[in-house]
């Protein structure tokens, strides 16, 4: 889980999950609480389903 | 002044005995250039002249090692030489460390060595740090420039004049910075570059990445209902106080931590480390870095299997390759041996 995907690629991960900034990548500051435990939720689940996915390269999952 | 002396070390190759079916003889020594030796003489000119010539077979260099740098050791001291020059070797894997060999061991006993040889040939990667291992093509098309580059640098090691970086000298890059001005100053530099990148042509770049890894993807978690999903971050997420002081740049350690029990991560129990970011927001609520509080209710709620009761972590920033692989390794082998199943890398 990376907010800078090209530097995920560049080092070789093969299952990547796109995530929101650079000092923090699973949360924002903008949000209330609330808002923010559920953008956490849906990044979660994403690198969960990725988790769960088969992949034959280098992946990122939108 | 007399010219410098020089000992010279090839395969029976280059000796023109014979191929494959002569790669057992044993090392003989001969008066005078041979093969390559021609090349280096034309190019050395007044300067330095090659007294005599090692031949050795592949096969027998690299079945004998120990023996065998002992014997032509000897032959090349017997000749009192102010150089001694191996190869170049180009893609020749068995020549290439038979040379790399040779040259270091003859370097130590005090006498200046060097050789040549394609970046990928594997005696590149063992003996870059020993000796000065100049950059060739990848077969003996490559000779003239081989030595062009060669003999000048020898010819240096031999009067112990100054070594200049990689780029100016052509030896493989040894780990060793070298500062040099440029002609030109770095805006120039990088608008030129830009220039060619924008015309499709070719550009030399002056911060080369380092090569990574590539490793085939694994097969997907079958039942993440029963998986047990660990947590590795290089956003440098620790226990409040940094117990294990990780550096929060080009750290030389990562830290396991504990999270037994742990539902979520406050202000008061957890921080991080790691420099080059704005920390604001992962001290307030590291869960921001590494999500322990959804997988630990989605443990709870049966969505997963089981948070791992260690969670990994280390600081990205500026830290070098070499370590990271280190600790990557460390960690995976920790992982295996906790059973875990999947792994939630995150990175800031």
């Known amino acids: 889980m990376c907010t800078v995907t090209p530097i995920s690629l560049t080092v070789g991960a093969n299952r990547i999950v796109p995530t929101v900034a650079i000092p923090h990548p699973l949360g924002n500051p903008a949000y209330t609480m609330d808002e923010e435990l559920e953008l956490r939720k849906e990044l979660v689940d994403k690198a969960l389903k990725a988790l769960q996915t088969e992949v034959y390269k280098q992946t990122i999952f939108e | ?348």
């Open chain 2, 1 to 348: 002044m007399s010219k410098l002396r020089v000992v010279h070390y090839i395969n029976q190759f280059f000796a023109q005995i014979g191929g494959e079916e002569m790669a057992h003889i044993p090392p003989e020594k001969r008066d005078g250039p041979i093969g390559p030796g021609l090349a280096f003489k034309a190019q050395f000119g007044d300067e330095a002249e090659i007294v005599a010539t090692i031949i050795c077979g592949d096969s027998y260099f690299n079945e004998n090692l120990d023996t065998v740098t002992k014997t032509i050791l000897e032959m090349v001291k017997e000749e009192q030489p102010d150089l001694f020059i191996a190869g170049p070797a180009f893609n020749a894997g068995r020549y290439g460390v038979a040379c790399g060999s040779i040259a270091k061991v003859v370097q130590k006993s005090g006498i200046p060595s060097i050789t040549g040889m394609y970046i990928e040939n594997p005696g590149a990667d063992m003996f870059k740090q020993d000796i000065y291992i100049i950059s060739t093509k990848n077969n003996a098309a490559g000779m003239r420039s081989a030595v062009k580059d060669m003999a000048p640098l020898g010819l240096k090691l031999a009067r112990n004049e100054k070594i200049g970086a990689s780029i100016e000298e052509g030896y493989i890059p040894n780990g060793v910075r070298v500062n040099f001005f440029e002609k030109e100053r770095g805006s120039q530099r990088a608008v030129k570059m830009l220039l060619q990148k924008l015309a499709g042509k070719e550009f030399v770049t002056e911060y080369p990445m380092p090569t990574f890894d590539r490793v085939e993807p694994q097969a997907p978690v079958e039942d993440i209902t029963k998986a047990k999903i660990a947590i590795v971050t290089s956003g440098g997420i620790v226990p409040k106080g940094n117990p294990d002081r990780i550096e929060s740049s080009s750290a030389s350690k990562f830290g396991k931590y504990d999270i037994d029990g742990v539902n979520d991560l406050t202000a008061e129990t957890y921080e991080t480390a790691h420099g080059g970011y704005d920390p604001t927001y992962a001290n307030k609520d590291a869960d921001r870095v590494i999500p322990v509080d959804v997988l630990r209710q989605y443990e709870k709620e049966g969505r997963i299997g089981q948070l791992n009761r260690y969670f990994y972590s280390t600081v990205g920033n500026g830290t070098a390759v070499a370590s990271a692989k280190k600790f990557g390794a460390e960690i995976a082998k920790d992982l295996i041996s906790q059973n875990v199943s999947a792994v939630i890398l995150t990175s800031t």
